[in-house]
């Protein structure tokens, strides 16, 4: 798919989004997790994703029933692994009934992949220097 095509096709799946979609979106826009800047229906190579923070390196793929046998999920990624992207995979209807557990695996992936902003310092660090004359 060329780039325009890709962009317009994103754009077209951003105002036909799920009620999945929409309602992780919620949780998601503004920076509401963690202060972490996702991308919804965001085309990454080939692939139009579903939701990315892209200096997290993190994607967050929702599907329905039609993915229950779909073959090409698992080539997707593969290709999204190999360009360093961690890929988290939910059903629908996990998002819609256990909202909460998958916002927390969202939110334990982010911690993983960026550390905290003011980590506590290693044994011996910050310790002043100097004694007493």
């Keep these: 798919m060329r780039d325009g095509h890709k962009r317009d096709f994103a754009r077209h799946l ?8 929409r309602a992780i979106w919620f949780h998601l826009r503004d920076r509401r997790l963690r202060g972490c800047k996702f991308r919804r229906q965001h085309p990454v190579g080939p692939y139009v994703v579903d939701f990315v923070c892209i200096e997290a390196r993190l994607v967050v793929e929702l599907d329905g029933g039609q993915h229950v ?40 992936a982010l911690a993983e992949s960026r550390p905290h902003p003011s980590p506590l310092p290693h044994a011996g660090e910050g310790e002043q220097a100097g004694g007493s004359e």
Excluded: K, P
């Excluded at 951003?14 to 979609?21: F, G």
């Design 69 to 108: 046998e779909a073959r090409g999920d698992a080539v997707r990624t593969g290709y999204l692994r190999r360009c360093g992207y961690r890929v988290l995979r939910f059903w629908n209807n996990d998002v819609l009934a256990q909202a909460g557990a998958v916002l927390e695996s969202i939110h334990r």
């Design 14 to 21: 951003r105002r036909q989004m799920t009620d999945a979609e």
